[in-house]
């Protein structure tokens, strides 16, 4: 359903290391709003709801919840280190229009949604 790079699959692990709270799974959730309709998020979790996706992906758990697995289908998460800056990206088939900013988009159904940077 959801892909992780490597790089970012390592990243997360080093993240949650340092949180040194046991085992932890990664929660990817898609809300309303941003500055194109949708916006990404992303939490370490140890609880499982009703209705969660739950998937092994590089050795790390995800955890997506019923409303956001549809936005999420086919995404791949990366990590980026650049001079601009570092950070994880969403790269999402779902999305037919992202803003500038990397983590606020538009799906088809929402092409109609008018929002600005």
Known sequence: ???????????????MAQEGQGPQ?????????????YSYGMAF????????????VQGV???IDENSAPLLKGAEIDYIDTIEGAG????????VHQCSCGHSFTTEDGKDVHSHC
Do not use: W, Y
Not at 45 to 56: K, P, Q, S, V, Y
Not at 88 to 95: E, G, K, L
């Open 1 to 15: 359903m959801v892909e992780i790079t490597a790089t970012a699959a390592q990243k997360v692990q080093e993240l």
């Open 45 to 56: 979790d140890d609880e499982e709801r009703e209705g969660d996706t739950i998937a092994e």
């Open 25 to 37: 799974s990664l929660r990817l959730f898609v809300s309303g709003g941003g500055c194109a309709g």
């Open 61 to 63: 758990r995800l955890l």
């Open 88 to 95: 994880f990206t969403i790269h999402n088939p779902n999305a």
